[in-house]
């Protein structure tokens, strides 16, 4: 599962009223006091999300008065771009919302304050695996509040199950399982998947990922993966497209059923019912395809550059928005969760009430709490881009499955030094 | 009437200042970036031709240049004889021709993102045009899945999408071929075909020159349609990225090899302007001919 399922939830929405740049503060507080105005950077969250963001935006400043929070949303189109015209000017807002991948080269490159030593009781109050994911790892040192959280479920379609001969309430539940009943589907002419594995899904094999400041998916369990996906392919039980589609790709694939499974979120299920009635009437749901016993987590932070002039201010900020109230109250309203040791525990996560929506939001909050953000920190959008590439020139026979994981992994050491 | 020295100098001051802001400072500052080993958040250490030797050996950029080379080659031709075709059908006054000329141009002014959204639920695998092959008895092609179709399917886009604008440029030369010279050929006992390459393609040589400079140079520096059809990812393996996708890919986000992308940018502005030069000098025996 990838990382754009969970970006799309919310930047599916539709959004107005952008444009706005990311200016510091012209207020400073200089003696670390809570006063002073700041700028707050969202990711595409208006309209869907505009009265909630301004009524945490009200009720922090009344809780500490005089202080101004101006907050400004980006479309999720040109998000990267923006952060970084902003961050080569020395002018990054003063609380940015980011996923732990792009707070990752801005912490790296000395611009965030580092949350471990600016807020050393902070820790306590996040999932411990939400917090470590902004870290920078072997170095330590916390680069953002954790916000948002995500996980979900596999879909399938229960009718091309059935076509098949497949048992429709039996889909695979690990890897193994997977590939045969992929390959008893693609005798039917069904393809199951849409798209290549991504890295977070060598992750979910078992696969190591990282190590000792290197990639190492290309060891013998990475190379036995990229195999069992070759013979998938061979047989047709990916679709053509597989080879170049990314997350949104795949998703529309499945959506138009032409792929009989395909990982989501709670937010899919809604799209599902509104824009494929016929998917949503066959939709069988099931928990993530996993090696390790444990799901991937996508999710979003706050991080406080060091170039604010009022980070007192902007710190406060970072910890009001992502504290358990703040966060339960977003998580009700836009099917994530609470990156919060103890927003899990609302009702709201725990109880199910008969609907498929509810099933998914208690199975999804019970997955995060083992929870891996599989995806390396480290792991840039150019080696996205080797190991998607490389994988199909496995995949089309250019190159053993060893010798495209070993360009991969080549590729992806190189882009890290 | 006098003026000031200095008055015309202020009439363009606001487009001498957007031009050296917009355009040659940083055009300047990739030159300089070029010889560095810049990333999006650090300015970089001097590497003299570090970037240069890297690209020698790097199979993408010489993968990227020849697609771009093969576009260039397979779209000009094209892009220079359909639009004057289409042209001498749209000059005919005849009741509705607006609506044609509307039609052909069109996909000029569509947005990229839409033209490359049809065109994808077209030439998908179960798109339209799939369909129909595999209703007539054929079998799937892989359109936008095979490198090689891929880049054609992106030229028959770069085509069809050039085809109003290059059919404009014909319209307004085409009223310019005097009548007297058709009629003269016409009394000789010329038929159209004749008439059309002894008057019509004589009198537009220099626009076709104009119109193949001009699509080769658009040719060689595609972008939207490859991005567009192969979902940003230039085909199955990076196959079918042209030199612009490269660059773009490189250079990207806040982990971006800024430095190399600059270099790459380099090359792509010399080859442009040996392009441009060498059309220049063609144009310059057409007229003395």
């Not at chain 1, 909050?365 to 840039?380: E, G, H, I, R």
Request: proline share 6%; with cysteine.
């Amino acid at each position: 599962m990838k990382r754009r399922t969970f970006l799309a939830g919310l930047a599916a929405v539709p959004v107005a009223g952008c444009g706005l740049s990311g200016t510091s503060s012209t207020n400073t507080a200089t003696n670390g006091q809570v006063t002073g105005e700041i700028t707050f950077q969202t990711w595409s969250l208006k309209p869907k999300y505009t009265d909630y963001v301004n009524g945490v935006v009200d009720a922090f400043q009344k809780q500490h008065q005089g202080t101004t929070v101006k907050w400004v949303d980006q479309p999720a189109d040109g998000y990267l771009a923006k952060v970084m015209a902003d961050a080569s000017a020395g002018s990054l807002p003063d609380v940015i919302n980011v996923p732990p991948d792009l707070s990752f080269p801005l912490a790296k490159a000395g611009q965030l304050v580092d949350l471990d030593e600016s807020l050393k009781d902070a820790k306590p109050e996040y999932l411990e695996n939400a917090w470590q994911a902004f870290e920078i790892p072997g170095k330590g040192g916390c680069y953002g509040f954790p916000w948002y959280l995500n996980t979900g479920p596999i879909f399938y379609n229960k009718a091309l199950f059935s076509q098949a001969g497949l048992d429709p309430d039996k889909p695979p539940t690990n890897f193994k399982e997977l590939e045969t009943q992929a390959l008893k589907l693609a005798e039917k002419k069904v393809a199951i998947l849409g798209q290549t594995p991504s890295i977070a899904d060598f992750g979910l094999y078992g696969v190591k990922l990282f190590e000792n400041d290197k990639f190492t998916f290309n060891e013998p369990k990475g190379v036995e993966f990229v195999e069992s996906y070759k013979r998938m392919y061979d047989a047709g039980a990916l679709i053509p497209e597989a080879l170049t589609q990314n997350y949104t790709g795949a998703g529309a694939k499945f959506m138009a059923q032409q792929t009989a499974l395909n990982p989501g979120s709670a937010y899919d299920l809604g799209k599902f019912k509104t824009d494929a009635p016929s998917l949503y009437a066959n939709i069988g749901i099931t928990t993530p395809i996993t090696n390790t016993g444990s799901a991937n987590m996508f999710l979003h932070g706050v991080s406080v550059p060091k170039s604010s002039k009022n980070q007192a201010t902007a710190l406060a900020f970072g910890r009001f928005l992502t504290n358990a109230e703040n966060q339960v109250k977003f998580a009700k309203l836009a099917s994530i969760f609470p990156s919060t040791s103890k927003g899990g525990d609302d009702p709201y996560f725990t109880t199910e009430d008969g609907t498929d929506e509810a099933r998914v939001r208690v199975a999804a909050a019970k997955q995060l709490k083992t929870a891996v953000n599989y995806t390396p920190v480290q792991f840039s959008d150019q080696m996205r881009e080797a190991l998607l590439q490389q994988l199909a020139d496995a995949m089309l026979g250019k190159k053993s499955p060893k010798q495209a994981l070993d360009a991969a992994v080549d590729e992806c050491n190189r882009l890290l030094k | 009437m006098t003026h000031r020295p200095y008055t015309p100098w202020l009439f363009l001051a606001p487009g001498l200042a957007i031009c050296l802001l917009f355009v040659i400072f940083p055009f300047l500052n990739m030159i300089v970036l070029a010889f560095t080993d810049a990333s999006a958040l650090g300015g970089g250490q001097f590497t003299g031709v570090e970037n240069f030797a890297r690209m020698v050996q790097d199979p993408k950029f010489w993968a990227a240049a020849r697609n771009s080379l093969l576009y260039m080659a397979g779209v000009v031709p094209p892009l220079v004889l359909l639009p004057l075709l289409i042209a001498m059908l749209a000059q005919k006054i005849v009741p509705g021709i607006g609506i044609f000329r509307t039609a052909f141009f069109t996909p000029v002014i569509a947005s990229t993102v839409v033209v490359g959204l049809i065109w994808t639920w077209l030439l998908d695998s179960r798109g339209l045009v799939n369909n129909l092959v595999e209703a007539l008895g054929g079998s799937r092609i892989g359109f936008l899945t095979d490198s090689t179709l891929l880049l054609i399917s992106s030229m028959v886009v770069t085509v069809w999408r050039g085809l109003g604008y290059y059919m404009v440029i014909y319209l307004a030369a085409l009223a310019n071929v005097p009548k007297d010279l058709h009629e003269a050929a016409m009394v000789d006992g010329a038929g159209p075909v004749r008439r059309f390459w002894s008057v019509t393609v004589p009198s537009l040589r220099p626009t076709m020159v104009l119109v193949a400079a001009l699509s080769a140079v658009n040719g060689f520096r595609v972008f939207s349609e490859i991005y567009l059809l192969s979902g940003g990812t230039g085909g199955p393996g990076g196959a079918s990225t042209t030199l612009v996708m490269l660059i773009q890919s490189v250079g990207r986000g806040l982990t971006g090899e800024v430095g190399y992308a600059s270099a790459l940018s380099v090359v792509l502005f010399v080859i442009l302007l040996g392009l441009l030069l060498v059309t220049l000098k063609l144009n310059r025996r057409e007229d003395q001919l």
